[in-house]
């Protein structure tokens, strides 16, 4: 549906936004740009939608070749972070916004409008301007707005991050739910990775311009390409520390000692490198595990759901993160068992990961 | 999205031209169906004349109030006299704009057949080449212009021919409150303006404290004050025998700012500035006894004083014999090159104005004094002159005066300018200012503007 | 590069009309005043000879051409404070919502309304020397008669007045526009810190006030230098030159002496003085501006 | 505020509002006594003589120049308005190359003192045939800088998203333009109308040198000519004639007031 081959852009001439990048989203998918602020995303979105001019390589969209088009010529909706909504116009006709211009007959555009308003349930609020609306109902209306239109594709940059975090969870399904039911391919992008997991069919994710990695949300979460990946991905960040092989494990930040005890050997290079382990991936006790590690807890967090105990690992702190209500103080003491397969390596320099059959990732 | 663009372009373009013509066109509608109560509007009148065939003349002055009912009285009446012409008047605000606007159509469409024009302006339309020889247009209608006032033709003769027909013909008197000089035991003005300041005491002790003689600090009175006492203006026989090249007024300027110092150390002089209103609301009130300004405002100055007013004719210094005065006031000019019937008609309404029956009316009217000769013959003038022997003494000043390059009056391009050098320096006198280094600065600027001018 | 050149020509369509008329009717005249202040002009207009600077050096020779420029400095000393003190008082006065404001309100901008002509006729009838309100006013009270008009040194001072009562009516408008954009807050904090009358004045009104401020200051040193009307209907730059300022001479040579070309060198001297005055005050002035 | 300082307040208040309507009421009074009074400076006149305003009218033609001032700021105005809306547009949302060059030139045109331009301005007037029409009072005054000015600055607190949703609705400039830009600028649209009228209607020297027919003077120029008449000035005329002059726009400040406020208050914070 959208193709990009060695797309780069850069307003200055000299510095790159964006760096060479590729992707291909198939029709009807929900596609994911996921980044840090001034990654870039929003620059790549709004190359798709025409917004910003190309610099260098091709865009193609619905088979076309897209880099000339103007913005209407795309056959494309947007739905922006602060909705770019009319101020004096109504609800109704901030939806039917532009069907004039393309020509739709007055009699279509009702019916889609009911259509719509039934959907995002805006039937009652149709005749009010979106100063009268509160911050959900406003961005249900950009959204309707994209979808009146019709268009195969709709881009969304952002938009739920004006909105609080009960409201936020509930769009999520809802626009997850529209999409299916309409059959939309969503270019969709976001800093939260939350929002990335729980909608993406396939995420990307940016760093400084460039792809850090392209695949489906459980796979970059458990299988991330690169440090950064890793370390984006997953909340609580995960642990790092920089690892040498020892005769009965591993030595982390050269303090403490992920010892080794039974289950198949690690497969941790000669050289040094760093190890990631999530919090939740720390079992309890010393249940029979690859490894094992003693550290000094340091804090408890209690977020009802959940347990977090932060401990000393030589250069600052680590977390360990369990589900349920667990009794325990600052300055206990705790023996963590780790599994092998839980154990990610990345090259010390370049940061890639190294995996299972020593291959190194690009 | 060019389509648009070259949409917005064409109806912004046509917005504009639409409006032209609109305007235009309300304008011409608005010209048709003018609803002008009252003072007749000139619209009317071009609308007839295209029915009538009559040819139109179209006329420019700057005429107001009352003098501008006595011109439409002239105009109406020679429109009426006969049916082949029709002189259309448009008022053109003051001197100095309708001169600019008449010298940059220069003959184009919509530009006068016939233009007013103040004494000043007679060298800058000579130089303009714009305006018609009236002595050839003498010739080819066999006019006989001994009829009228010699001085008035000297005045407006440039390198031997007559550039304007003389139409509006003043010059300044003296107007005095009888019973105040009374009073003060004279029963006329002193003719001197020695005599003045001695009168000053008089005066004020006879009328509490009254001043006694007060004068506009306008350039046109003081030019015709040094005329009267034999200064000329300047070089070249005041302009006369060849183009001037500076200023000749310091002398006479230089004694008659001595004459309003010494007045004012002597408390008998009050400063009004430039203003004649203000000067006639002074004399109304009883603050002077004498002061000095046009002859043609005799009429409206004698009805609205409390008071019985007198004129005289203006002083002299003692030791200068009285020259009289240049005829000053207004002429009209002709533009050059005009269709013939439209020459013919614009020369036949010159005649007619200067015509005697029509001067005669036009003076008694206005306190103006006709440029005809024949009209002081008339019966009008007679009975006026009878009625109010006042208004003969303007006359008087210049028909006894005598003929000389002095009281031809100054033929220059920049008077206009000299006239403001000489009122900046009287302000600055009326004002307290050194009467020398006043007139330094007038000669300065006057030289500076002639060298100018000339250089063009 | 398509969209670049495609986005010129939509720009130049909705540019076009104003464009058009801002070549035509300012800059081909003023162009041409440029080329005639360095050419010798006839009475018609037409260039006649290459003057090179001669106009210009003249210029600053004339002795009146000083007087004017004086005269209009003396003019703005007098009517640009004279404004802004008159206007921000009375924005000031009336900033706070009582009892009866709305009235001193209308007044107060009342003057703007009034154009140059009608204000000049006012101020006529007021300064008349015999029966002119303010001189009956001084004779009642037993003063002595002011020549208004007619004096030299207090002609000059008329017509400030008159020029400061007819800009009050805007700059006050902009004033209390100003006044009320501020935002409450700030006043709250300064009342908690008992912070009031003068010291609020000094340290949190005026501050805030100052983009406002500004902006008169600019406008009314623009508008004093192009001043005109109110000179040509009541003193024509007497008495003795006392109130000929830079428009009014350049109006004389115009209409008066016919010297085009030395009216066109003054006319450019005008436009780089006004210019660079306006680009000091942006430069030097707006750095002490705070933005809310 | 304590009551002592209330009252100090109203007291300059009133003070403050005396000074600046007392030249307008002392012009009333004038207009209303005949000239015998005026001078011998009886300021309270016996018999209001309204009937120098009707004299007033039929005298010095007011009637038919006020026509003409009506016509000419109206149309003046909504020229401006127009011009100023579609360059400020070009300016604010169509970003090419030049705009800031363009902007600048407009501003500097703020600077240029009119009065040094006119002569050549009637030449022009004059060539194009234009001279004693509406078109050709019009044309020159209806270039606004300072309505570009204004409209730019309001035009730049619209936020730039709703050109780009605009652009992606497949919506043409013009559409833009007319259908969200101009309603979001409703305000300082009729700012600059209120302004621009005003100017036009107070307008002094060009109607004059514009034209040579009385038929299409404004009334400032009728205004002019009855008071620069030489002759014996006749006070309650011009008193009444001047009174007549003002009291439209009077009107108009009244109403126009509060959204002027508004509205240059906006166009004065850069």
Same mark, same amino acid.
């Given at each position: 549906?959208?193709?990009?081959?060695?797309?780069?852009?850069?307003?200055?001439?000299?510095?790159?936004?964006?760096?060479?990048?590729?992707?291909?989203?198939?029709?009807?998918?929900?596609?994911?740009?996921?980044?840090?602020?001034?990654?870039?995303?929003?620059?790549?979105?709004?190359?798709?939608?025409?917004?910003?001019?190309?610099?260098?390589?091709?865009?193609?969209?619905?088979?076309?070749? /897209?880099?000339?088009? &103007?913005?209407?010529?795309?056959?494309?909706?947007?739905?922006?972070?602060?909705?770019?909504?009319?101020?004096?116009?109504?609800?109704?006709?901030?939806?039917?916004?532009?069907?004039?211009?393309?020509?739709?007959?007055?009699?279509?555009?009702?019916?889609?409008?009911?259509?719509? /308003?039934?959907?995002?349930?805006?039937?009652?609020? &149709?005749?009010?301007?979106?100063?009268?609306?509160?911050?959900?109902?406003?961005?249900?209306?950009?959204?309707?707005?994209?979808?009146?239109?019709?268009?195969?594709?709709?881009?969304?940059?952002?938009?739920?991050?004006?909105?609080?975090?009960?409201?936020?969870?509930?769009?999520?399904?809802?626009?997850?739910?529209?999409?299916?039911?309409?059959?939309?391919?969503?270019?969709?992008?976001?800093?939260?990775?939350?929002?990335?997991?729980?909608?993406?069919?396939?995420?990307?994710?940016?760093?400084?311009?460039?792809?850090?990695?392209?695949?489906?949300?459980?796979?970059?979460?458990?299988?991330?390409?690169?440090?950064?990946?890793?370390?984006?991905?997953?909340?609580?960040?995960?642990?790092?520390?920089? /690892?040498?092989?020892?005769?009965?494990? &591993?030595?982390?930040?050269?303090?403490?000692?992920?010892?080794?005890?039974?289950?198949?050997?690690?497969?941790?290079?000669?050289?040094?490198?760093?190890?990631?382990?999530?919090?939740?991936?720390?079992?309890?006790?010393?249940?029979?595990?690859?490894?094992?590690?003693?550290?000094?807890?340091?804090?408890?967090?209690?977020?009802?759901?959940?347990?977090?105990?932060?401990?000393?690992?030589?250069?600052?702190?680590?977390?360990?993160?369990?589900?349920?209500?667990?009794?325990?103080?600052?300055?206990?003491?705790?023996?963590?068992?780790?599994?092998?397969?839980?154990?990610?390596?990345?090259?010390?320099?370049?940061?890639?990961?190294?995996?299972?059959?020593?291959?190194?990732?690009? | 999205?060019?389509?648009?663009?070259?949409?917005?372009?064409?109806?912004?373009?046509?917005?504009?031209?639409?409006?032209?013509?609109?305007?235009?066109?309300?304008?011409?509608?608005?010209?048709?169906?003018?609803?002008?109560?009252?003072?007749?509007?000139?619209?009317?009148?071009?609308?007839?004349?295209?029915?009538?065939?009559?040819?139109?003349?179209?006329?420019?002055?700057?005429?107001?109030?009352?003098?501008?009912?006595?011109?439409?009285?002239?105009?109406?009446?020679?429109?009426?006299? $006969?049916?082949?012409?029709?002189?259309?008047?448009?008022?053109?605000?003051?001197?100095?704009?309708?001169?600019?606007?008449?010298?940059?159509?220069?003959?184009?469409?919509?530009?006068?057949?016939?233009?007013?024009?103040?004494?000043?302006?007679? $060298?800058?339309?000579?130089?303009?080449?714009?305006?018609?020889?009236?002595?050839?247009?003498?010739?080819?209608?066999?006019?006989?212009?001994?009829?009228?006032?010699?001085?008035?033709?000297?005045?407006?003769?440039?390198?031997?021919?007559?550039?304007?027909?003389?139409?509006?013909?003043?010059?300044?008197?003296?107007?005095?409150?009888?019973?105040?000089?009374?009073?003060?035991?004279?029963?006329?003005?002193?003719?001197?303006?020695?005599?003045?300041?001695?009168?000053?005491?008089?005066?004020?002790?006879?009328?509490?404290?009254?001043?006694?003689?007060?004068?506009?600090?306008?350039?046109?009175?003081?030019?015709?004050?040094?005329?009267?006492?034999?200064?000329?203006?300047?070089?070249?026989?005041?302009?006369?025998?060849?183009?001037?090249?500076?200023?000749?007024?310091?002398?006479?300027?230089?004694?008659?700012?001595?004459?309003?110092?010494?007045?004012?150390?002597?408390?008998?002089?009050?400063?009004?500035?430039?203003?004649?209103?203000?000067?006639?609301?002074?004399?109304?009130?009883?603050?002077?006894?004498?002061?000095?300004?046009?002859?043609?405002?005799?009429?409206?100055?004698?009805?609205?004083?409390?008071?019985?007013?007198?004129?005289?004719?203006?002083?002299?210094?003692?030791?200068?014999?009285?020259?009289?005065?240049?005829?000053?006031?207004?002429?009209?000019?002709?533009?050059?090159?005009?269709?013939?019937?439209?020459?013919?008609?614009?020369?036949?309404?010159?005649?007619?104005?200067?015509?005697?029956?029509?001067?005669?009316?036009?003076?008694?009217?206005?306190?103006?004094?006709?440029?005809?000769?024949?009209?002081?013959?008339?019966?009008?003038?007679?009975?006026?002159?009878?009625?109010?022997?006042?208004?003969?003494?303007?006359?008087?000043?210049?028909?006894?005066?005598?003929?000389?390059?002095?009281?031809?009056?100054?033929?220059?391009?920049?008077?206009?300018?000299?006239?403001?050098?000489?009122?900046?320096?009287?302000?600055?006198?009326?004002?307290?200012?050194?009467? $020398?280094?006043?007139?330094?600065?007038?000669?300065?600027?006057?030289?500076?503007?002639?060298?100018?001018?000339?250089?063009? | 590069?398509?969209?670049?050149?495609?986005?010129?020509?939509?720009?130049?369509?909705?540019?076009?009309?104003?464009?058009?008329?801002?070549?035509?009717?300012?800059?081909?005249?003023?162009?041409?005043?440029?080329?005639?202040?360095?050419?010798?002009?006839?009475?018609?207009?037409?260039?006649?000879?290459?003057?090179?600077?001669?106009?210009?050096?003249?210029?600053?020779?004339?002795?009146?051409?000083?007087?004017?420029?004086?005269?209009?400095?003396?003019?703005?000393?007098?009517?640009?404070?004279?404004?802004?003190?008159?206007?921000?008082?009375?924005?000031?006065?009336?900033?706070?919502?009582?009892?009866?404001?709305?009235?001193?309100?209308?007044?107060?901008?009342?003057?703007?309304?009034?154009?140059?002509?009608?204000?000049?006729?006012?101020?006529?009838?007021?300064?008349?020397?015999?029966?002119?309100?303010?001189?009956?006013?001084?004779?009642?009270?037993?003063?002595?008669?002011?020549?208004?008009?007619?004096?030299?040194?207090?002609?000059?001072?008329?017509?400030?007045?008159?020029?400061?009562?007819?800009?009050?009516?805007?700059?006050?408008?902009?004033?209390?526009?100003?006044?009320?954009?501020?935002?409450?807050?700030?006043?709250?904090?300064?009342?908690?810190?008992?912070?009031?009358?003068?010291?609020?004045?000094?340290?949190?009104?005026?501050?805030?006030?100052?983009?406002?401020?500004?902006?008169?200051?600019?406008?009314?040193?623009?508008?004093?230098?192009?001043?005109?009307?109110?000179?040509?209907?009541?003193?024509?730059?007497?008495?003795?030159?006392?109130?000929?300022?830079?428009?009014?001479?350049?109006?004389?040579?115009?209409?008066?002496?016919?010297?085009?070309?030395?009216?066109?060198?003054?006319?450019?001297?005008?436009?780089?003085?006004?210019?660079?005055?306006?680009?000091?005050?942006?430069?030097?002035?707006?750095?002490?501006?705070?933005?809310? | 505020?304590?009551?002592?300082?209330?009252?100090?307040?109203?007291?300059?208040?009133?003070?403050?509002?005396?000074?600046?309507?007392?030249?307008?009421?002392?012009?009333?009074?004038?207009?209303?006594?005949?000239?015998?009074?005026?001078?011998?400076?009886?300021?309270?006149?016996?018999?209001?003589?309204?009937?120098?305003?009707?004299?007033?009218?039929?005298?010095?033609?007011?009637?038919?120049?006020?026509?003409?001032?009506?016509?000419?700021?109206?149309?003046?105005?909504?020229?401006?308005?127009?011009?100023?809306?579609?360059?400020?547009?070009?300016?604010?949302?169509?970003?090419?190359?030049?705009?800031?060059?363009?902007?600048?030139?407009?501003?500097?045109?703020?600077?240029?003192?009119?009065?040094?331009?006119?002569?050549?301005?009637?030449?022009?007037?004059?060539?194009?045939?234009?001279?004693?029409?509406?078109?050709?009072?019009?044309?020159?005054?209806?270039?606004?800088?300072?309505?570009?000015?204004?409209?730019?600055?309001?035009?730049?607190?619209?936020?730039?998203?709703?050109?780009?949703?605009?652009?992606?609705?497949?919506?043409?400039?013009?559409?833009?333009?007319?259908?969200?830009?101009?309603?979001?600028?409703?305000?300082?649209?009729?700012?600059?109308?209120?302004?621009?009228?005003?100017?036009?209607?107070?307008?002094?020297?060009?109607?004059?040198?514009?034209?040579?027919?009385?038929?299409?003077?404004?009334?400032?120029?009728?205004?002019?000519?009855?008071?620069?008449?030489?002759?014996?000035?006749?006070?309650?005329?011009?008193?009444?004639?001047?009174?007549?002059?003002?009291?439209?726009?009077?009107?108009?400040?009244?109403?126009?007031?509060?959204?002027?406020?508004?509205?240059?208050?906006?166009?004065?914070?850069?």
């Amino acid at each position: 549906m959208i193709k990009m081959e060695n797309i780069a852009k850069s307003y200055d001439g000299n510095t790159m936004v964006i760096r060479d990048i590729g992707l291909e989203i198939k029709k009807g998918e929900f596609f994911v740009l996921l980044g840090p602020s001034g990654c870039g995303k929003s620059t790549l979105l709004r190359m798709i939608a025409g917004l910003e001019e190309i610099t260098a390589g091709d865009l193609w969209i619905d088979g076309r070749h /897209a880099n000339e088009l &103007l913005p209407k010529e795309r056959n494309l909706s947007m739905v922006f972070q602060n909705y770019a909504l009319f101020p004096h116009m109504t609800v109704r006709d901030n939806i039917l916004f532009g069907l004039d211009a393309r020509k739709v007959a007055k009699k279509e555009q009702d019916e889609r409008l009911n259509k719509v /308003a039934e959907i995002m349930g805006l039937a009652e609020y &149709l005749k009010r301007k979106p100063a009268q609306l509160s911050g959900g109902q406003r961005q249900r209306v950009a959204l309707a707005r994209s979808i009146c239109s019709q268009t195969p594709i709709c881009l969304m940059d952002e938009p739920l991050s004006n909105l609080d975090a009960k409201l936020r969870g509930q769009m999520r399904g809802e626009i997850r739910r529209i999409q299916r039911m309409l059959g939309l391919t969503i270019v969709y992008v976001t800093h939260d990775q939350v929002e990335a997991m729980t909608m993406g069919d396939r995420i990307m994710v940016l760093n400084e311009g460039c792809v850090q990695q392209i695949g489906e949300p459980l796979t970059v979460y458990n299988d991330p390409e690169n440090l950064q990946v890793a370390t984006f991905i997953g909340m609580p960040q995960m642990n790092i520390f920089r /690892a040498r092989a020892e005769q009965e494990g &591993l030595r982390l930040n050269g303090s403490l000692i992920l010892r080794r005890c039974g289950g198949q050997p690690c497969p941790a290079p000669a050289e040094e490198c760093i190890v990631g382990i999530r919090a939740e991936h720390f079992r309890r006790g010393n249940e029979s595990t690859g490894y094992v590690l003693e550290a000094k807890a340091a804090m408890v967090e209690y977020t009802g759901d959940e347990t977090q105990i932060s401990f000393e690992n030589g250069q600052g702190y680590s977390v360990v993160k369990w589900p349920g209500q667990i009794p325990a103080e600052a300055g206990e003491a705790l023996t963590l068992g780790v599994d092998a397969e839980h154990l990610y390596f990345f090259d010390k320099d370049t940061g890639h990961r190294i995996r299972q059959d020593g291959g190194r990732s690009q | 999205m060019t389509r648009k663009a070259i949409a917005v372009l064409l109806m912004a373009v046509l917005g504009l031209t639409g409006l032209t013509a609109c305007s235009s066109q309300t304008a011409s509608e608005e010209v048709a169906a003018a609803d002008n109560a009252g003072e007749e509007s000139d619209a009317q009148e071009t609308e007839e004349a295209a029915d009538t065939g009559k040819t139109e003349i179209l006329l420019w002055h700057v005429m107001s109030g009352d003098r501008l009912e006595q011109l439409e009285v002239i105009v109406d009446g020679f429109n009426a006299s $006969q049916d082949q012409y029709e002189v259309v008047a448009e008022a053109q605000g003051e001197y100095d704009e309708a001169n600019a606007k008449f010298l940059n159509m220069a003959g184009g469409e919509g530009s006068p057949a016939i233009m007013q024009i103040g004494d000043q302006h007679i $060298q800058a339309m000579y130089d303009s080449g714009l305006v018609e020889n009236i002595s050839d247009m003498m010739e080819k209608y066999q006019y006989d212009s001994s009829q009228l006032l010699a001085q008035a033709v000297d005045f407006y003769t440039v390198e031997g021919s007559l550039y304007a027909m003389p139409f509006n013909c003043s010059s300044p008197v003296v107007y005095y409150n009888v019973e105040a000089l009374k009073n003060a035991g004279l029963d006329t003005p002193p003719d001197t303006f020695e005599g003045i300041i001695e009168a000053a005491s008089a005066i004020a002790e006879a009328n509490e404290g009254m001043k006694a003689f007060s004068i506009t600090s306008w350039g046109y009175l003081l030019d015709q004050l040094l005329t009267n006492s034999g200064y000329p203006i300047v070089n070249n026989d005041n302009g006369r025998s060849a183009r001037a090249t500076e200023a000749a007024y310091q002398e006479g300027l230089l004694r008659f700012y001595q004459f309003i110092q010494d007045l004012i150390e002597a408390d008998g002089f009050e400063n009004y500035g430039e203003s004649d209103d203000d000067i006639n609301a002074g004399f109304n009130n009883g603050d002077i006894a004498m002061f000095i300004t046009t002859s043609a405002w005799a009429t409206s100055i004698m009805d609205s004083a409390p008071f019985e007013v007198g004129i005289a004719g203006i002083p002299h210094f003692a030791d200068c014999e009285p020259q009289g005065v240049y005829a000053g006031g207004g002429a009209f000019v002709m533009s050059k090159d005009l269709p013939e019937d439209v020459q013919a008609g614009a020369f036949e309404f010159l005649a007619y104005a200067a015509s005697s029956e029509v001067q005669a009316v036009w003076a008694a009217n206005t306190g103006y004094y006709p440029v005809n000769q024949g009209a002081y013959e008339t019966e009008t003038m007679k009975t006026l002159y009878e009625e109010q022997p006042m208004m003969k003494i303007a006359a008087d000043q210049l028909l006894n005066g005598q003929q000389n390059s002095i009281t031809a009056g100054p033929l220059v391009t920049t008077l206009v300018q000299i006239r403001d050098d000489m009122m900046a320096g009287a302000e600055l006198v009326f004002n307290g200012g050194d009467p $020398q280094e006043a007139v330094n600065m007038a000669v300065e600027s006057t030289n500076q503007q002639l060298e100018m001018a000339n250089a063009q | 590069m398509k969209h670049a050149r495609h986005r010129l020509l939509g720009a130049a369509a909705y540019l076009l009309p104003a464009l058009l008329i801002f070549v035509v009717f300012t800059l081909y005249p003023f162009v041409l005043t440029c080329v005639q202040s360095v050419f010798t002009t006839n009475a018609k207009g037409d260039l006649i000879g290459f003057g090179g600077l001669d106009n210009y050096v003249r210029l600053f020779q004339s002795a009146l051409y000083r007087i004017s420029l004086k005269n209009t400095i003396v003019y703005i000393v007098l009517t640009v404070p004279g404004t802004m003190v008159l206007s921000l008082g009375m924005a000031l006065l009336t900033s706070r919502d009582r009892k009866g404001m709305g009235i001193f309100r209308t007044i107060f901008t009342l003057t703007m309304g009034i154009s140059v002509a009608a204000a000049s006729m006012f101020w006529t009838f007021m300064f008349h020397p015999t029966m002119g309100l303010l001189n009956t006013a001084i004779e009642m009270f037993g003063g002595e008669k002011i020549g208004w008009l007619t004096d030299m040194d207090i002609a000059i001072v008329s017509i400030s007045i008159v020029t400061i009562w007819m800009n009050t009516g805007y700059c006050y408008l902009i004033l209390l526009g100003g006044l009320k954009s501020i935002d409450k807050t700030y006043y709250e904090c300064a009342d908690i810190a008992g912070v009031s009358g003068w010291q609020r004045l000094k340290r949190v009104t005026l501050p805030l006030l100052s983009p406002f401020l500004f902006y008169v200051l600019v406008i009314s040193v623009v508008n004093a230098f192009q001043s005109f009307g109110v000179i040509d209907m009541m003193t024509h730059g007497g008495p003795a030159n006392s109130t000929n300022l830079l428009v009014y001479s350049i109006y004389e040579d115009v209409f008066v002496n016919y010297n085009y070309s030395f009216a066109a060198a003054q006319g450019v001297v005008l436009f780089v003085i006004v210019t660079g005055i306006s680009l000091f005050q942006m430069k030097i002035v707006e750095r002490r501006v705070t933005y809310q | 505020m304590k009551k002592y300082s209330l009252a100090l307040l109203y007291a300059v208040l009133i003070l403050l509002a005396v000074l600046m309507v007392f030249p307008l009421l002392f012009t009333i009074l004038l207009s209303l006594s005949d000239n015998a009074d005026i001078m011998n400076g009886q300021y309270w006149p016996q018999v209001l003589h309204f009937e120098n305003y009707a004299e007033a009218f039929t005298k010095a033609n007011l009637l038919y120049y006020m026509k003409n001032s009506v016509i000419v700021a109206a149309v003046t105005t909504f020229c401006q308005v127009a011009l100023a809306l579609l360059a400020a547009y070009a300016i604010v949302f169509i970003p090419f190359r030049g705009s800031g060059i363009v902007f600048g030139l407009f501003m500097s045109g703020m600077m240029i003192p009119m009065d040094v331009l006119m002569i050549t301005n009637f030449q022009t007037i004059n060539a194009a045939g234009l001279l004693n029409t509406y078109a050709g009072i019009i044309l020159p005054c209806i270039g606004s800088a300072f309505g570009i000015f204004l409209l730019r600055q309001n035009m730049k607190q619209i936020p730039l998203e709703l050109k780009e949703a605009s652009d992606i609705a497949g919506v043409g400039q013009f559409y833009f333009f007319r259908k969200v830009v101009v309603p979001l600028s409703k305000n300082s649209i009729i700012t600059l109308a209120v302004y621009c009228f005003l100017v036009s209607w107070n307008n002094y020297l060009w109607p004059l040198i514009a034209t040579t027919k009385d038929e299409v003077r404004t009334i400032q120029i009728g205004l002019r000519m009855l008071s620069a008449s030489d002759t014996q000035q006749d006070f309650r005329l011009v008193a009444a004639a001047t009174m007549i002059v003002t009291i439209p726009t009077l009107i108009l400040m009244f109403f126009g007031q509060s959204r002027l406020q508004e509205g240059l208050t906006k166009g004065a914070l850069k």
